[in-house]
């Protein structure tokens, strides 16, 4: 990777090395994006049977697999995967089931309550990519967090042919609705129903631009009502270092984001030059033992080291590039965290490489990338709910506050909320000198 040193950039090379890859971003993918979307919306089925012959190279009569295709598939999943899958289940499931909101009520004066209540999120679509590399792990941090916060219905579509272990996963959370249908034309089925795909009220996952582009789209298109988890697109990781840091563990780290795709990137900031040096030639060594090798390097082209002056720097940088993973392995790496401001999900130490919470931790992996981590959250449990607020006054509480909310809506000139109060006081006035 390219080594940069930062003190020495002017404001616009500073800018320059934290791009993102020039493929993201392109200004004729929102021109394609919308043209499926709006394809879908008009024909529906038509439209998806004919774009999935087109993009994925598969001839279907059906978009929904049968309750027998689904255990064909679940027969055909090998014992270890399973188990594999049974372990990080559980442990998602734990971290999961923690996140369940707690009701609040409290009373802001003297007969005035006000709460803030929660309830689940009635039909939503879960995005499971498929192509090159079947994301199994997006499943289950899906399907798992639909279950528990109590989602009554739970699409899940994926590009054909569907991998037979993510079939399984979907069936082992709970998830019986599976479409074979992938890219942006199964954001805008989902958004838009179709003669098979049910219309949903929330679309979750991650994907490539042209599923986050779609995502986008879709939830400001006036034709639909459909809300997006974020901007979730191509992966990303960023390595804080100093020179205890372990430079195979880095490179195998930042490998393993580069696999991803092409339109990946992956970040070292170190204040050490050797090992940078030493991180580089890692790279050159266990890239040529990957079986995705191709694509990595491309990621690499797009990606870089940034040599800081200390850890305290490093973490500015970070916070200024956003990253949608951050790996810390530094000596202490946890007295760097009080800093960190702007990261998806954060991994600490040489022991905690960046694929456990990609599968079986317990934590999400459906993160925020593109520097949208400065505003928005990881994937987690409240994201599958709605919250509310409930107030409820009594005569004593009405009487207590009126006054100030007639005022206030008077100075707003809104005399119709003015009105509202006063007419509910002259009651209690009446009432009470009868």
Excluded at 210 to 226: G, I, N, P, R
Excluded at 276 to 294: C, F, G, H, S, Y
Excluded at 358 to 363: L, V
């Amino acid at each position: 990777m390219q080594i940069l040193n930062w003190p020495n950039l002017s404001e616009a090379e500073r800018k320059s090395a934290l791009s993102r890859s020039p493929l993201v971003g392109d200004g004729s993918l929102e021109l394609s994006v919308s043209t499926i979307v709006n394809r879908v919306r008009v024909e529906k089925d038509t439209a998806l049977l004919s774009y999935t012959q087109q993009f994925d190279g598969v001839s279907l009569t059906e978009l929904r697999l049968s309750p027998d295709q689904i255990d064909s598939a679940c027969t055909r999943v090998s014992e270890d995967i399973k188990q594999a899958i049974a372990q990080a289940m559980a442990n998602i499931e734990v971290f999961h089931q923690a996140q369940k909101f707690e009701p609040v009520s409290v009373e802001t004066q003297a007969g005035i309550r006000c709460e803030l209540r929660s309830e689940a999120i009635e039909k939503v679509g879960l995005y499971i990519p498929g192509g090159t590399a079947p994301l199994i792990s997006t499943v289950m941090m899906l399907a798992l967090p639909a279950r528990i916060a109590g989602c009554k219905q739970r699409v899940l579509v994926s590009p054909p042919p569907i991998n037979d272990a993510i079939v399984y996963a979907a069936k082992e959370c709970g998830i019986t609705e599976i479409y074979q249908v992938g890219g942006a034309q199964a954001i805008a089925a989902l958004a838009f129903g179709t003669e098979s795909v049910p219309k949903v009220d929330k679309i979750f996952g991650p994907g490539n631009r042209f599923v986050t582009e779609a995502k986008k789209l879709v939830s400001q298109d006036s034709h639909c009502v459909v809300s997006i988890d974020m901007p979730a697109g191509p992966s990303e990781v960023l390595v804080i270092a100093d020179k205890a840091a372990n430079p195979e563990f880095i490179a195998a780290d930042l490998l393993s984001q580069a696999e991803h795709g092409p339109d990946s990137q992956v970040m070292l900031v170190t204040d050490c030059e050797i090992l940078a040096i030493k991180v580089n030639a890692a790279l050159n060594r266990q890239l040529e033992t990957l079986p995705r090798m191709e694509i990595a390097q491309l990621a690499l082209e797009s990606s870089r080291t940034l040599l800081v002056a200390d850890m305290q720097q490093a973490t500015q940088v970070s916070n200024l590039y956003g990253p949608e993973h951050l790996i810390i392995q530094t000596e202490a790496p946890r007295e760097l965290l009080t800093s960190i401001r702007a990261a998806g999900s954060v991994f600490l130490g040489a022991y905690t490489p960046e694929s456990v919470g990609d599968y079986a931790s317990g934590t999400n992996h459906v993160l925020p990338t593109y520097g949208y981590s400065r505003a928005v959250s990881s994937l987690s449990l409240a994201d599958f709910s709605r919250r509310f607020t409930v107030q409820e006054l009594s005569a004593e509480g009405l009487l207590a506050i009126g006054e100030t909310v007639m005022t206030l809506a008077a100075a707003e000139l809104l005399d119709a909320h003015k009105n509202a109060i006063k007419i509910r006081l002259d009651s209690l006035t009446a009432r009470n000198a009868s």
